[in-house]
């Protein structure tokens, strides 16, 4: 029996919504690809396309250089 590749795709939500760049003000935005412990969610699990993921790792980093998040959790 062989085996075949039934992946789904998954529409980047950027892409999606027309978005042209990610700002770095933006924390709600920005909060839902960040986990309970204040890591950073890959790509492979957002769904998020590799142009978008570079630039919302930067914009979290600019987020928690300025203290608009936390760089860790407070557990």
């Known amino acids: 029996?062989?085996?075949t590749f039934?992946?789904?795709s998954h529409a980047c939500p950027f892409c999606a919504a027309g978005a042209k760049e990610i700002d770095y003000k933006d924390v709600r935005l920005t909060s839902k690809y960040i986990s309970e412990r204040g890591k950073m969610i890959p790509a492979r699990m957002s769904g998020v396309c590799t142009k978008h993921q570079r630039s919302l790792a930067k914009a979290i980093k600019r987020q928690r250089f300025l203290a608009l998040l936390p760089f860790i959790s407070e557990n």
């Open 1 to 3: 029996m062989e085996k």
């Open 6 to 8: 039934l992946g789904h």
